[in-house]
Protein backbone atom coordinates (compact mmCIF):
# COMPACT_ATOMS: atom_id res chain seq x y z
CA UNK A 1 0.00 0.00 0.00
CA UNK A 2 1.36 3.02 -0.80
CA UNK A 3 1.92 6.03 1.70
CA UNK A 4 0.96 9.15 0.12
CA UNK A 5 3.97 11.49 0.74
CA UNK A 6 1.96 14.50 0.79
CA UNK A 7 -0.74 13.20 3.58
CA UNK A 8 1.87 14.67 6.52
CA UNK A 9 1.08 17.87 5.30
CA UNK A 10 -2.83 17.43 5.75
CA UNK A 11 -2.91 16.81 9.30
CA UNK A 12 -1.91 12.85 9.77
CA UNK A 13 -0.76 13.33 13.16
CA UNK A 14 -1.07 10.29 14.55
CA UNK A 15 2.53 8.45 15.66
CA UNK A 16 1.06 5.12 16.65
CA UNK A 17 0.33 2.60 13.95
CA UNK A 18 -3.31 3.07 13.25
CA UNK A 19 -5.68 0.11 12.86
CA UNK A 20 -6.86 -0.20 9.30
CA UNK A 21 -10.13 1.08 8.57
CA UNK A 22 -12.84 -0.91 6.22
CA UNK A 23 -13.81 -0.01 3.45
CA UNK A 24 -16.37 -1.29 0.59
CA UNK A 25 -16.64 0.23 -1.98
CA UNK A 26 -13.31 1.50 -4.40
CA UNK A 27 -13.61 4.71 -6.58
CA UNK A 28 -13.61 4.07 -10.15
CA UNK A 29 -11.37 6.91 -10.89
CA UNK A 30 -8.46 7.76 -9.03
CA UNK A 31 -7.54 11.36 -10.48
CA UNK A 32 -9.34 14.31 -10.75
CA UNK A 33 -7.93 18.02 -12.30
CA UNK A 34 -9.14 21.46 -13.05
CA UNK A 35 -9.85 21.51 -16.90
CA UNK A 36 -7.05 23.12 -18.82
CA UNK A 37 -4.56 23.26 -16.96
CA UNK A 38 -0.95 21.49 -17.53
CA UNK A 39 0.13 18.77 -15.03
CA UNK A 40 3.07 20.43 -14.65
CA UNK A 41 1.23 23.76 -12.90
CA UNK A 42 -0.49 22.12 -10.65
CA UNK A 43 -0.41 21.08 -7.39
CA UNK A 44 -2.01 18.14 -5.99
CA UNK A 45 -3.65 16.91 -2.69
CA UNK A 46 -4.51 13.13 -1.67
CA UNK A 47 -7.18 11.79 -0.97
CA UNK A 48 -6.45 8.14 0.84
CA UNK A 49 -8.90 5.75 -0.08
CA UNK A 50 -10.59 5.71 3.33
CA UNK A 51 -10.81 9.16 3.57
CA UNK A 52 -12.95 8.84 0.62
CA UNK A 53 -15.50 5.82 1.90
CA UNK A 54 -15.83 8.27 4.94
CA UNK A 55 -17.36 11.22 2.96
CA UNK A 56 -19.23 8.33 0.99
CA UNK A 57 -20.91 7.23 4.10
CA UNK A 58 -21.68 10.62 5.90
CA UNK A 59 -23.08 12.65 2.90
CA UNK A 60 -23.84 9.88 -0.06
CA UNK A 61 -25.04 7.41 2.09
CA UNK A 62 -26.58 9.78 4.86
CA UNK A 63 -25.60 7.65 7.73
CA UNK A 64 -25.01 9.14 10.91
CA UNK A 65 -21.18 9.17 12.54
CA UNK A 66 -22.13 5.87 14.69
CA UNK A 67 -23.13 4.44 12.14
CA UNK A 68 -20.42 5.27 9.63
CA UNK A 69 -17.74 4.87 12.71
CA UNK A 70 -19.14 1.17 12.74
CA UNK A 71 -19.08 0.65 8.90
CA UNK A 72 -14.96 1.09 8.72
CA UNK A 73 -14.66 -0.67 11.99
CA UNK A 74 -12.83 2.71 13.73
CA UNK A 75 -14.25 5.12 16.71
CA UNK A 76 -16.29 7.44 15.67
CA UNK A 77 -13.73 10.42 17.05
CA UNK A 78 -11.16 8.72 14.42
CA UNK A 79 -14.30 8.63 12.27
CA UNK A 80 -14.43 12.51 12.71
CA UNK A 81 -11.06 13.16 11.89
CA UNK A 82 -11.36 10.70 8.93
CA UNK A 83 -13.83 13.03 7.61
CA UNK A 84 -13.07 16.00 8.42
CA UNK A 85 -9.01 15.42 6.48
CA UNK A 86 -11.46 14.41 3.44
CA UNK A 87 -13.58 17.09 3.46
CA UNK A 88 -11.05 19.75 4.50
CA UNK A 89 -8.56 18.34 1.15
CA UNK A 90 -11.55 17.96 -1.25
CA UNK A 91 -12.48 21.60 -0.31
CA UNK A 92 -9.14 22.61 -0.60
CA UNK A 93 -8.63 21.15 -4.22
CA UNK A 94 -11.80 22.85 -5.51
CA UNK A 95 -11.49 26.38 -3.90
CA UNK A 96 -7.93 26.54 -4.98
CA UNK A 97 -7.48 24.61 -8.38
CA UNK A 98 -5.49 21.27 -7.01
CA UNK A 99 -5.86 18.37 -8.75
CA UNK A 100 -7.42 15.56 -6.33
CA UNK A 101 -5.35 12.08 -6.21
CA UNK A 102 -7.08 8.99 -4.42
CA UNK A 103 -4.90 6.68 -3.30
CA UNK A 104 -3.36 4.39 -0.65
CA UNK A 105 -4.12 4.69 2.84
CA UNK A 106 -4.34 2.36 5.90
CA UNK A 107 -7.69 0.06 4.88
CA UNK A 108 -9.09 -2.99 4.23
CA UNK A 109 -11.64 -4.22 2.03
CA UNK A 110 -14.84 -5.76 3.53
CA UNK A 111 -15.11 -9.28 2.76
CA UNK A 112 -17.46 -10.68 0.37
CA UNK A 113 -20.01 -13.70 1.27
CA UNK A 114 -20.22 -16.51 -0.58
CA UNK A 115 -22.66 -19.80 -0.40
CA UNK A 116 -23.06 -22.74 -2.10
CA UNK A 117 -25.39 -24.88 -3.41
CA UNK A 118 -25.61 -27.08 0.25
CA UNK A 119 -26.09 -24.03 1.81
CA UNK A 120 -22.42 -23.63 3.17
CA UNK A 121 -21.62 -19.91 3.60
CA UNK A 122 -18.13 -18.17 3.88
CA UNK A 123 -16.49 -15.03 3.84
CA UNK A 124 -13.50 -14.19 1.48
CA UNK A 125 -12.07 -10.59 1.80
CA UNK A 126 -11.72 -8.91 -1.19
CA UNK A 127 -8.31 -9.00 -1.46
CA UNK A 128 -8.10 -12.47 -1.94
CA UNK A 129 -10.79 -12.34 -4.53
CA UNK A 130 -8.59 -10.18 -6.23
CA UNK A 131 -5.86 -12.87 -6.34
CA UNK A 132 -7.98 -15.74 -7.11
CA UNK A 133 -11.14 -16.58 -8.11
CA UNK A 134 -13.71 -17.97 -6.13
CA UNK A 135 -14.78 -21.48 -7.68
CA UNK A 136 -15.13 -24.32 -5.15
CA UNK A 137 -16.96 -24.64 -2.09
CA UNK A 138 -14.11 -25.04 0.98
CA UNK A 139 -16.58 -27.50 2.87
CA UNK A 140 -18.09 -29.88 0.15
CA UNK A 141 -16.05 -28.79 -2.96
CA UNK A 142 -19.06 -28.02 -4.96
CA UNK A 143 -18.57 -25.38 -7.64
CA UNK A 144 -22.20 -24.13 -7.94
CA UNK A 145 -21.84 -20.81 -5.62
CA UNK A 146 -23.61 -17.54 -5.39
CA UNK A 147 -22.00 -14.37 -4.17
CA UNK A 148 -24.34 -12.75 -1.60
CA UNK A 149 -23.17 -9.05 -1.01
CA UNK A 150 -20.68 -7.89 1.02
CA UNK A 151 -22.52 -6.51 4.66
CA UNK A 152 -21.24 -3.51 3.62
CA UNK A 153 -22.16 -3.47 0.01
CA UNK A 154 -21.59 -0.33 -2.03
CA UNK A 155 -25.11 0.94 -3.23
CA UNK A 156 -23.24 1.75 -6.61
CA UNK A 157 -24.22 5.68 -6.19
CA UNK A 158 -22.99 7.58 -9.56
CA UNK A 159 -23.60 6.84 -13.40
CA UNK A 160 -20.57 4.63 -13.89
CA UNK A 161 -21.04 2.35 -10.04
CA UNK A 162 -18.02 1.02 -10.27
CA UNK A 163 -17.60 -0.75 -6.78
CA UNK A 164 -17.25 -3.97 -5.22
CA UNK A 165 -19.87 -5.76 -3.97
CA UNK A 166 -22.05 -4.26 -7.10
CA UNK A 167 -24.86 -6.50 -9.11
CA UNK A 168 -25.04 -9.79 -6.92
CA UNK A 169 -28.20 -11.46 -5.87
CA UNK A 170 -29.64 -10.04 -2.60
ZN1 LIG B 1 -20.56 -26.60 0.30
Known sequence: ??????????G????????????ACMPGVNYYKPAGIPLRF?????????????????DLED???????????ISRSTFQRVLGSARKKITEAL????AIRIEGGNFEMASLRCRCE?????AVSFDETAKKSINSCPVCQSSVIQQLPPVEACQGHGRRGRC???GFDR
Open 1 to 10: MGICPLSRRF
Open 12 to 23: NRMPRPTKCRRV
Open 42 to 58: LDEVCLPIEELESIRLK
Open 63 to 73: LDQEQCAQRMN
Open 95 to 98: LTGK
Open 118 to 122: NGHAW
Open 164 to 166: HGH
